[in-house]
């Protein structure tokens, strides 16, 4: 089966509130929804939303690596098309990688009639991941009642961004969180590199008391030793997050033993299968890993899904974040009891909504065919 024929939609998609991170606030996730054709006539979709600040690359990068890449591959059958998608697994375009790859590996599972998930893993995948939840609300008072309609949901396991705000706030979201959730909640914590070592360290202390299963990136991407400094004296886990760029970055961390959690996002590491490498990595270390999502439409959280489930993980997966979204390129994902199930047609079980498309599309799709 070659690929006769492609399609890049640009697209923006508005958040309901602005996402508020130590590395600042994200209003509209920006990108391309990718859409492969094969000869037969059917159709493989991928998406990228690249975030620079947040470990991939810029949106410039990401367009120009897929229309060259695309381009590239009209006319290619499929199994070589994947295979040559090894070669520039190293370029440093992740999102765009995990696009393309992503609209492969939809048009192989279609063309087997398998999910995407069955060609992934060694073991049968799960057919559904317990999700958490991110809670994006700034005021105490905003994040008890996030937490209620979240428990609600059957959702057991939330997360809270810090570092953007003053310590004693932060500290206050987390206590309403707690008292919101009970002692049943599973709570976690992210602070996107925004601590430096003896405020980490002081405020992992602050934060002991309420409980926290992990606290991811509490010290700077690309200080190592300072991850492993905190994580050795600190009475919380501590999980790496933008510290992993790609295998070699992994490797630092695990070789370093600066992590009890690895965070693995496709879009951040090149997609499923260079996730699912670096998962194998940390399991050889005894080291568990969290799939997440990156502020994803339903596309690529569904990608993100497919990998959870290969990778079977026993914690629950950073993937009920659809509702942050305003506007959205496919069907709804909805957790059920705390667990998103893997949709069940062939492929990735999604295609992109044209409606949704034509409502976020901010320029003219470029087209390819052979």
Same mark, same amino acid.
């Given at each position: 089966?070659?690929?006769?024929?492609?399609?890049?939609?640009?697209?923006?998609?508005?958040?309901?509130?602005?996402?508020?991170?130590?590395?600042?606030?994200?209003?509209?996730?920006?990108?391309?929804?990718? @859409?492969?054709?094969?000869?037969?006539?059917?159709?493989?979709?991928?998406?990228?939303? /690249?975030?620079?600040?947040?470990?991939?690359?810029?949106?410039?990068?990401?367009?120009?690596?897929?229309?060259?890449?695309?381009?590239?591959?009209?006319?290619?059958?499929?199994?070589?098309?994947?295979?040559?998608?090894?070669?520039?697994?190293?370029?440093?375009?992740?999102?765009?990688?995990?696009?393309?790859?992503?609209?492969?590996?939809?048009?192989?599972?279609?063309?087997?009639?398998?999910?995407?998930?069955?060609?992934?893993?060694?073991?049968? /995948?799960?057919?559904?991941?317990?999700?958490?939840?991110?809670?994006? !609300?700034?005021?105490?008072?905003?994040?008890?009642?996030?937490?209620?309609?979240?428990?609600?949901?059957?959702?057991?396991?939330?997360?809270?961004?810090?570092?953007?705000?003053?310590?004693?706030?932060?500290?206050?979201?987390?206590?309403?969180?707690?008292?919101?959730?009970?002692?049943?909640?599973?709570?976690?914590?992210?602070?996107?590199?925004?601590?430096?070592?003896?405020?980490?360290?002081?405020?992992?202390?602050?934060? !002991?008391?309420? +409980?926290?299963?992990?606290?991811?990136?509490?010290?700077?991407?690309?200080?190592?030793?300072?991850?492993?400094?905190?994580?050795?004296?600190?009475?919380?886990?501590?999980?790496?997050?933008?510290?992993?760029?790609?295998?070699?970055?992994?490797?630092?961390?695990?070789?370093?033993?600066?992590?009890?959690?690895?965070?693995?996002? /496709?879009?951040?590491?090149?997609?499923?299968?260079?996730?699912?490498?670096?998962?194998?990595?940390?399991?050889? @270390?005894?080291?568990?890993?969290?799939?997440?999502?990156? =502020?994803?439409?339903?596309?690529? =959280?569904?990608?993100?899904?497919?990998? !959870?489930?290969?990778?079977?993980?026993?914690?629950?997966?950073?993937?009920?974040?659809?509702?942050?979204?305003?506007? +959205?390129?496919?069907? /709804?994902?909805?957790?059920?009891?705390?667990?998103?199930?893997?949709?069940?047609?062939?492929?990735?079980?999604?295609?992109? +909504?044209?409606?949704?498309?034509?409502?976020?599309?901010?320029?003219?799709?470029?087209?390819?065919?052979?």
């Amino acid at each position: 089966m070659k690929i006769t024929g492609a399609r890049i939609d640009p697209v923006a998609l508005p958040l309901r509130d602005p996402l508020v991170t130590a590395r600042g606030a994200v209003h509209t996730r920006r990108g391309f929804v990718l @859409r492969l054709r094969s000869e037969t006539g059917a159709t493989g979709v991928g998406e990228a939303l /690249p975030l620079e600040a947040f470990g991939s690359e810029a949106l410039e990068v990401s367009q120009s690596f897929a229309q060259r890449k695309v381009q590239a591959l009209m006319g290619t059958p499929l199994d070589q098309a994947l295979e040559e998608m090894n070669s520039s697994a190293e370029d440093h375009a992740p999102a765009a990688h995990c696009a393309v790859e992503v609209a492969l590996l939809d048009l192989l599972g279609q063309d087997r009639g398998e999910r995407l998930a069955d060609g992934l893993g060694q073991a049968e /995948p799960l057919a559904g991941v317990a999700v958490n939840a991110l809670i994006n !609300a700034e005021a105490p008072d905003a994040v008890a009642r996030a937490v209620e309609r979240t428990r609600e949901n059957g959702i057991g396991c939330v997360k809270l961004k810090l570092g953007a705000r003053s310590a004693d706030l932060d500290e206050s979201r987390v206590a309403a969180a707690r008292r919101a959730g009970g002692p049943e909640l599973t709570l976690r914590l992210d602070a996107n590199g925004s601590w430096k070592e003896p405020d980490a360290l002081s405020a992992l202390e602050r934060l !002991a008391a309420y +409980d926290i299963e992990y606290v991811e990136q509490p010290t700077a991407t690309h200080d190592i030793e300072a991850l492993r400094r905190v994580r050795a004296a600190s009475p919380i886990a501590v999980a790496a997050d933008e510290s992993l760029d790609g295998v070699a970055g992994t490797l630092q961390v695990l070789d370093r033993e600066a992590a009890d959690v690895l965070i693995l996002k /496709p879009p951040t590491l090149g997609g499923p299968r260079a996730t699912l490498r670096i998962a194998r990595l940390a399991a050889q @270390r005894g080291v568990e890993c969290v799939v997440t999502s990156f =502020i994803d439409s339903s596309l690529g =959280i569904a990608a993100a899904l497919h990998t !959870a489930a290969a990778l079977r993980p026993s914690r629950a997966c950073g993937l009920a974040t659809q509702a942050i979204l305003a506007d +959205d390129l496919g069907p /709804p994902l909805t957790p059920l009891s705390g667990r998103l199930n893997l949709p069940t047609g062939p492929g990735l079980g999604l295609a992109a +909504d044209d409606a949704g498309l034509a409502r976020c599309r901010v320029a003219p799709p470029t087209e390819f065919s052979t």
